[in-house]
């Protein structure tokens, strides 16, 4: 077992730290905080005993003795005294840097924009799902297309909605994030030898970055304006289609994620007609389209004209039911389909039966479920106002989320010291390309009125330890890939 980490090699990473800004046992919590979430300070490793530590820095040995016991109760720290406590990783550190996991146990997540069930509704229709079972379980199990019965539910209210759609018209897909991969496998491989371009709002969603990251294909991002801009820019839009003529276009016109604006129907009807005139096809992603909260109208896209539309139950009713579709043209949908073989067979029926349920009675719980949410939304920006006086954040017309202008290009920094505030945060780069939007952060009003409250306190804390001490602003880590919803 290694002895005690030598106090002047642990200086030396520490390097300039001290500032006049907040109390000195603080201040060395917090950098040797920082040095173990970087990886710098390999974990189980003595610390310095409290005495050599406070002789090489020419501190108090009570300053010391104060930073290692607020290390001990952030859980940076074991629980042996001087030279014996080594360093370590919190469950909860250990948690959120751990891609795909949602927040652990005792911090409140702001990365996922999601409700929970609609309760009764939901567990009403899992409860016909399971008489309606035993009807299938003669057959293979295997529905490429998804169970006709959810198809004809979906295409139905498409029609009612004034886009005629037939059954096969829909496919079927594990959510919406799985519809997205499906389409651009078929519709964004490599032209030429060279990677297919794909234009996309910037900011956007993180997952959809990712899907086409991972397909291959190059993000052409195309900026949608920030607080007081309210609609898109589609001359900087039909120019790029214009220039560029990418392979696939994909926008959230229905409450942006993460702006929550709303596309009027002008600059819809000019976003089909131009798309369509290069060649481009259009994925317009509509998972939020039933969250609105203003009552605004809009008209979905595909009623003027070609585009490939993507639906999901994961926000309207519960994430939990992984249900969606897209809707396209009926050869679109067969080579969805041949596409989709090549990750998975089908989607589980059980799920696909309690959507159809839902699909029948799909405004019922959306009421309560709004009010909530302006409620909710209404709640945030009071909290924003009283506590972050300093964040731009103009209120949505319908969607979950804020997406807040902060005072400094602090976003990345306050996503790495926010788990130790007790909050779980997305940085802004991760809704952008390049680094951008480090001014910004999401921050979703889907908790209850009292998470909302605890949490903005929280990001308060986080701030001003960030304004307290800039430099450590330096000595930051990557913040932790957490997962986004």
Partial sequence: MPGAMNPAALARLMGPWQSAAGPAYRELADVVRLLVLDGRLPLD??????????????????????????????????????AKGRTRLPRSAAGVAAPGMSAPDGLLDLAYASLPASGEVVHRAF????????????????????????????????????????????????????????????????RHGRPAKVLVEHPSYPNALDAIAGSGARALPVAVGGPGQPHWDLDAVEATLQQHRPAVAYLVPDFHNPTGKLMPDPQRRRLVRAAAAAGTVLVIDETLRDLNLNGLDSQHVAAFGSCVSVGSLSKSHWAGLRTGWIRAGREQIRRYAAQRTTLDLGGPLTEQLAAAHLMAHFEEPLPARLAAL??????????????????????????LTLWCRLPAPISTALTVIAPGFG????????????????????????????????????????????????????ALPEPPRVAIA
Avoid at 374 to 399: I, K, M
Avoid at 456 to 462: F, K, N
């Fill in 45 to 82: 490793t003595p610390l310095p005993s409290e005495r050599s530590l406070s002789e090489t820095l020419g501190m108090s040995r009570t300053t010391v003795t104060a930073a290692y016991a607020l290390l001990r109760e952030q859980g940076f720290l074991s629980s042996g005294q001087g």
């Fill in 127 to 190: 409860s016909a799902a399971l008489n309606d079972l035993p009807a299938l379980l003669p057959g293979f199990g295997y529905e490429v297309l998804g169970l006709p019965v959810l198809r004809e539910a979906v295409a139905a209210r498409y029609t009612a909605a004034g886009v005629p759609t037939t059954a096969d018209q829909i496919l079927i897909t594990s959510g919406a994030q799985h519809a997205l991969n499906i389409i651009l496998r078929a519709e964004a491989g490599p």
């Fill in 374 to 399: 302006r409620d909710q939304r209404g709640t945030l920006q009071e909290l924003l106002a009283e506590h972050l006086p300093t964040w731009q954040a103009a209120a949505p017309d319908g969607g």
């Fill in 423 to 474: 909050v779980r945060l997305a940085a802004g780069p991760r809704f952008g390309v390049g680094g951008a939007f480090e001014h910004y952060v999401r921050i979703p009003y889907t908790l209850d009125p009292g998470s909302l409250e605890t949490a903005v306190r929280a990001l308060r804390s986080a701030q001003n330890r960030l304004e307290a001490a800039p430099q450590l602003r330096r």
